[in-house]
């Protein structure tokens, strides 16, 4: 079985005004080619804290063969609730994970982006994430490929937001900043050498820009998810790249 996880990039609920939406989407088309039943717990708004969790519960409890990651905005965040809820935190809104209704959840995000949000950390956990999952995967034998779904995420340029590290913005730059850079610098190394579906730079997004592919958001604009016309294209360029390193 293969497992898909990510954020709305990888769960395609915008093509949900289809009939049978879910057997038309890329990780169906995938499954499909591959002749591999799936499970896709990909949800929208999804923060990569959220997706490290329930990849774990995907590899561990469900043991799946191959995961298939796209890893999603690093300033995304997931924070628990007093009830056991647990809110999904952008920049623009917050979402319960069990709400009923997540049109009114609890304004988390205003305090949070206010008060806590940080892009050097936020980089580095994610960093952190993806050498976590790739080792639960060899661990479990079970076969890891990422992707970035709707941006860089800064991994060919960890160094991007240096100016947000405490010791430099604190104009302590020589003191503990040398330790942190190698340790960003050792970690993003390390997973450039892993299976990536896209080059880290390229996101979806990228991909229907250049291949002038529609979005939910219209064509020849960078944004959106993609629609049913970009499904076949993004299937068929994930399986030939998985095809590729399964010969090696």
Not at 45 to 72: E, F, H, M, P
Not at 129 to 138: A, G, N, R, Y
Not at 175 to 186: A, G, I, K, M, T
Request: aromatic letters at 12%; proline letters at 3%; one cysteine or more.
């Amino acid at each position: 079985m293969i497992g898909f996880n990510g954020c709305s990039q990888v769960a395609m609920s915008n093509l949900d005004y289809l009939d049978n939406w879910q057997s038309k989407s890329w990780p169906a088309l995938v499954a499909n080619q591959l002749n591999s039943d799936y499970i896709n717990v990909a949800q929208t708004l999804a923060s990569n804290q959220r997706i490290l969790r329930t990849s774990i519960d995907l590899v561990v409890n469900c043991k799946v063969s191959s995961l298939i990651v796209g890893w999603t905005s690093f300033d995304r965040y997931e924070m628990p609730l007093y009830n056991g809820d647990i809110a999904r935190l952008g920049p623009e809104r917050t979402h319960l994970e069990y709400g009923i209704n997540n049109n009114n959840g609890p304004n988390l995000h205003k305090f949070y982006y206010s008060n806590c949000h940080n892009e050097w950390l936020s980089i580095v956990w994610l960093l952190e994430k993806i050498i976590l999952l790739e080792s639960l995967c060899k661990a479990h034998q079970t076969k890891l490929y990422m992707f970035n779904a709707v941006q860089d995420n800064c991994l060919k340029d960890p160094t991007k937001f240096e100016h947000k590290n405490f010791w430099v913005s604190n104009n302590m730059k020589y003191s503990q900043w040398d330790q942190d850079l190698e340790y960003v610098s050792n970690l993003q190394q390390k997973i450039l050498t892993f299976n990536w579906l896209m080059d880290p730079s390229y996101t979806f997004t990228d991909l229907c820009f250049d291949r002038n592919l529609p979005t939910d958001a219209g064509i020849n604009i960078k944004a959106g998810h993609p629609e049913i016309e970009a499904q076949s294209v993004i299937a068929d360029l994930f399986v030939n790249k998985i095809k590729e390193y399964e010969c090696h």
